[in-house]
């Protein structure tokens, strides 16, 4: 099982946010002194957007970063309601647009070995779309391949999600998210249980990586 080398508590979103951004930047800074190239896998909502403010304005070389969304709707390119929508807009609408972002739906090519993972978690224990109910996530958790696609009947949608064998091929994994409420479902989630009861026990409850956490109320 994975311990939390460090659970970073915040005052507030923006300090949470700033704190985890700068992280991220020294994180891809030191992979693109050693090998030239970065990748970053991001999730989707509301949690992350501060943070992808903050980051996408760091003056990096940009152009050699890969950015991979955690999961992504079944919706059209162009459609509002997609991850890689949200990315474009808030990550990379400054420098970081020079940025190469893959596509999971279609899919695109996911780097084998990651630099950096940021999740979310949502007040039903899913991450990345790794949902509760879903009768596809024991065969999504199970898979060895980076995608896998869930029905999710709680919202009426399929979705396309990295996969755990995946997520967890990486350097450094970080888990963001706020609220008293997820606060108190991230510390059922530590406990022993199983994993389709809060799924986010994949990323928990596992020895690949270590797992640092940030919150804020």
Do not use: C
Request: aromatic share 6%; hydrophobic share 45%.
């Amino acid at each position: 099982m994975s311990e939390v080398l460090e659970f970073h508590a915040f005052d507030n979103r923006e300090e949470a946010s700033g704190a985890l951004a700068a992280e991220l930047v020294a994180v891809l800074q030191a992979a693109l002194v050693e090998k030239g190239q970065a990748s970053l896998v991001v999730s989707g909502g509301s949690s992350p957007v501060q943070m992808f403010r903050a980051l996408g304005a760091e003056p990096l070389p940009w152009e050699n970063v890969t950015i991979v969304p955690s999961d992504e709707r079944e919706v059209p390119l162009d459609h509002a309601d997609r991850n890689e929508t949200m990315i474009r807009r808030e990550l990379m609408s400054g420098p970081a647009a020079e940025a190469r972002l893959v596509s999971l739906f279609p899919p695109g090519a996911i780097p084998p070995r990651l630099d950096a993972v940021v999740l979310g978690m949502g007040s039903d224990g899913h991450t990345a779309s790794l949902f509760p109910g879903s009768p596809d996530l024991a065969a999504a958790l199970a898979e060895p391949g980076p995608l896998a696609r869930l029905e999710v009947p709680q919202l009426g949608m399929h979705r396309i999600s990295m996969t755990p064998a995946a997520l967890l091929e990486t350097e450094h994994l970080f888990l963001l998210f706020f609220s008293d409420e997820k606060r108190d479902v991230f510390d059922r989630a530590r406990a022993a249980g199983q994993v389709a009861e809060y799924p986010v026990r994949a990323v928990l409850q596992q020895g690949r990586v270590d797992v640092e956490v940030y919150w804020a109320p």
